[in-house]
């Protein structure tokens, strides 16, 4: 931010931002939301103690954060749902999207260690023989196809 919407803005509609950031922070820095990687030439051990020596003090505070369940990914009325569109210039496009919650922090740690998105945008994605975009071409639905993989992490990791 700058002067303008840090302070001049707030100001004029009343707001603190500073009683904000603190209210936050009381309420959301803690360190059973937060993940470290940390790498260096020294030894195992010694990058382990700088790291406690920096981070210990950092406290588990708030209220716990609970993972939201697969279902609540979309409302179920959304689930299955297709829509037919006419289009104003002659593109073919398919977005696809598949969220993903995790339950546990071990549900989240196992994804990030293993990716199994990028396996599936590898599968989606590729452009050869047989692949979903020669099905689609062929069907005359598509003329091109690309594959983004996103998380949704209570994180935003």
Not at 17 to 38: A, G, P, Q
Not at 83 to 111: A, G, H, Q, W
Not at 117 to 130: A, M, R, T
């Amino acid at each position: 931010g700058n002067r303008k919407t840090l302070e001049d803005e707030p100001k004029r509609m009343n707001f603190n931002v500073r009683e904000k950031l603190i209210e936050y922070f009381e309420k959301y820095y803690s360190s059973d939301r937060m993940t470290l990687c940390i790498t260096g030439k020294e030894s195992l051990d010694k990058l382990q103690k700088m790291a406690e020596n920096f981070f210990e003090k950092i406290k588990i505070r708030g209220e716990k954060l609970e993972f939201p369940s697969y279902s609540e990914a979309y409302p179920k009325n959304e689930l299955r749902t297709s829509y037919e569109i006419v289009p104003v210039n002659d593109i073919r496009r398919i977005n696809l999207s598949f969220p993903f919650y995790f339950k546990s922090f071990e549900d989240r740690t196992n994804f990030l260690l293993t990716h199994p998105d990028l396996y599936i945008g590898n599968l989606l994605g590729h452009e050869g023989k047989n692949s979903l975009l020669s099905y689609f071409k062929a069907k005359g639905w598509a003329s091109s196809l690309s594959v983004n993989i996103g998380t949704i992490t209570d994180d935003f990791g």
